[in-house]
């Protein structure tokens, strides 16, 4: 997908933060009782008792996604990129209010 878009925007938040922040949600949803999809429901068995964790998944994928895409866009195949790579949540914030200031018309207002 990458060869045909023209801008990356790469949410790459520093590992103790979505870690903080993945920990915030499943215990959240855990003692909330929230319904997840089709049923499911977040248990704390599954994320610290099981293979199917999110946490493990975090903490096994985290750096090797980051080192993976480095690799990719250092490439030429993707030079045409441009790429803004967003390290905290304000950062995304300022991105999304500087597009939704762009796109609002004067009718908008």
């Known amino acids: ?5 023209d801008t990356l925007v790469w949410l790459d938040y520093p590992f103790p933060f979505v870690l903080f922040r993945l920990l915030r949600r499943i215990f959240y949803r855990s003692f909330a009782g929230e319904e997840i999809l089709n049923g499911n429901y977040e248990s704390l068995r599954i994320h610290f008792l099981s293979r199917q964790s999110l946490l493990v998944w ?26 803004l790579r967003l390290r905290w949540p304000r950062e995304a914030a300022h991105l999304l209010d500087a597009v939704r200031r762009e796109h609002t018309s004067p009718h908008d207002v």
């Open 58 to 83: 975090a903490i096994k994928t985290h750096w090797k996604h980051r080192r993976d895409y480095l690799a990719e866009l250092a490439s030429p195949e993707y030079a045409h990129l441009r790429v």
């Open 1 to 5: 997908m990458w060869r045909r878009a």
